[in-house]
C-alpha cells in the first residue's frame, strides 16, 4: 500500500511540475514546497490577472483533492525585478490521497 501510495503521488508531482515548467507570461515563481501532497508556492505576476489565468491552469489537473486557490494577491514593489510594481501571490493546494 505504502508503495501504491508513494507511486500515485510521485505521478500527480509530475504532472504538476510540467504545468508548473511551461512558460507564464508575466508570472514568476519565486519558491514552491512540497511535503508529501501539500503545496505552497510563492511569486509575482504583473498583475491579478496574470496570476489567476495561471492558478486556473493547474486546477484544471485531475489530482487535486484540494484545488490551488489564490485568495489574495498583493500590489507591491517587486523583489526580483527593477521598479516595476508586480502582484505577489501564495498558493496552496492537496494533492489526492490514494486509498
Keep these: 500500500h505504502w508503495l501504491r501510495t508513494q507511486a500515485t503521488l510521485q505521478?500527480?508531482?509530475?504532472q504538476w511540475s510540467?504545468?508548473?515548467a511551461q512558460e507564464a507570461?508575466?508570472?514568476w515563481v519565486s519558491e514552491?514546497?512540497?511535503?508529501d501532497g501539500h503545496w505552497v508556492v510563492q511569486g509575482e505576476a504583473l498583475s491579478s490577472h496574470h496570476a489567476q489565468q495561471w492558478v486556473r491552469r493547474w486546477g484544471e489537473l485531475d489530482i487535486w483533492?484540494?484545488?490551488?486557490?489564490?485568495?489574495?494577491?498583493q500590489l507591491t514593489q517587486a523583489v526580483s525585478h527593477q521598479g516595476?510594481?508586480?502582484w505577489r501571490f501564495q498558493v496552496e493546494a492537496e494533492l489526492k490521497e490514494v486509498r
Design 84 to 86: 516595476v510594481p508586480v
Design 32 to 35: 514552491v514546497q512540497q511535503r
Design 11 to 14: 505521478q500527480h508531482t509530475v
Design 25 to 27: 507570461h508575466g508570472v
Design 18 to 20: 510540467r504545468v508548473l
Design 65 to 73: 483533492a484540494k484545488p490551488p486557490q489564490l485568495p489574495a494577491v
